[in-house]
Each structure stands twice: as structure tokens, then as C-alpha cells.
């Protein structure tokens, strides 16, 4: 029987990360078979390729962004989602083609169609089961982010963008979200970790029951 293939997305600082690792902790814990990865970086050659277009002090151009994030997520796809799929696992991915239609896409200015394109080809058309939306808004999500910085963890490039490049980000998402409500369930990331995490285990119990 064919896996699940779960999403967390959100803009920077809404905790998805956090979240991911607290449910696949609980999902474990109740027998489910479960893989846990991310985007960018889920793969040996897409750590390089993270490397190579986050954690650089290059310049980087907007269309060499897109492609090497499709690039990524093509490896991503064929070495390590659809085999898990394949064999019943539980997939809980840290981003996925919505973070392209809304970062590169609404943050970076590229039209729809191009992404379209872009997103189709790297991912052959696989879609997530299941996408949960950590929303708050773009003010305390660069709060905590900067309070990451201050603490020494490591920066990438997309924790220099401002708040309209956020703001754009956030609004794509909610877009998407309106045209595709089935698919998503949108989450207060404003609550407290432990809220949030009790929330989205409710929303996953009740899905992985049907």
C-alpha cells in the first residue's frame, strides 16, 4: 500500500522544523513507519547543493536559485520520496513545491507559468497527501529568526531578506492555500510550542484514521 506524503511549510521562524521532529517522535511512538527529510539538502547530493546556494556569501542569480532548488527537489523525488512512498512510509518533508511557488515565485517576481514549469518537471507531478501551514505573521517570524541570529546559530541567504520580501512570501502561500483547501490545514504558529504541537497532532491523528 502506498505511503503518505505530509508537508510542513511556512514562512522563516513559524517552527515548522520544530514541529516536524515533535510529530515524527509521536507517529514513531505509535508504530507508524515513518522517514523524515527536507528541502533543500534531503539528499546527499542536495546537501551539496544547499551548500552551494544557502550557505555561500555569492551573489547568487534569481534563475540560478529556481533551477538548483528544482534540481534538488528532482533528486529529492526520485532517490528518497517516491521509494518511501513505495513502500508505505510515512513522509513528513520541511518544505516542498509550495515553498517555490511562494519564495522564488512571489518573493523573487517569477511569473506563474514559469514556475509551473519549473515545479512540474523536478517533481514529475508527485503532490503532498497532507500540507500543514504554520501561519503568523511576517513581524514575529523575523523576531525569531533575529533572536536565532543573536543566539549564533547558522544564517543562510534567506535569512537577509526584509519584511516585504516576507510579506510578499506569506501571501502566496495564503493564496494557495485558497485555491487548494483540501489539501492544506493551517495552524496559529503564534500559540506555544506545546499548543501547536498538540493542534497539528490532532490534525494528523484524524487524517492518518481515514
Known sequence: ???????????????????????AD?????????????????????RRLREAFLETEENVAPMAELLLFAADRAQHVEFLIKPALAEGKI????RYADATTAYQGAGRGFD????KQ?????????K?????????????G?????KRDAMGELK??????????????????????????????????????EEVHAKALEILTEYLKK
Open 128 to 140: 503532498p497527501d497532507l500540507t500543514l501551514f504554520f501561519d503568523l505573521p511576517v513581524s514575529i
Open 118 to 126: 519549473v515545479i512540474q518537471l523536478a517533481t514529475g507531478g508527485l
Open 26 to 46: 509521536d507517529l514513531r511512538f505509535r508504530g507508524f513507519n515513518v522517514l523524515t527529510t527536507h528541502q533543500p539538502g534531503g539528499t546527499p547530493l542536495g
Open 1 to 23: 500500500m502506498r505511503g503518505k506524503f505530509i508537508t510542513f511549510e511556512g514562512i522563516d521562524g513559524s517552527g515548522k522544523s520544530t514541529q516536524l521532529r515533535l510529530l
Open 112 to 115: 506563474a507559468k514559469t514556475i
Open 91 to 94: 513522509v513528513l518533508s520541511d
Open 156 to 193: 543562510n541567504r534567506m535569512d537577509k531578506e526584509n519584511s516585504e520580501f516576507y510579506d510578499r512570501v506569506r501571501q502566496a502561500y495564503l493564496e494557495i492555500i485558497d485555491k487548494e483547501p483540501r489539501r492544506f490545514r493551517v495552524i496559529d504558529a503564534m500559540l506555544s510550542v
Open 142 to 146: 523575523l523576531q525569531r529568526t533575529n
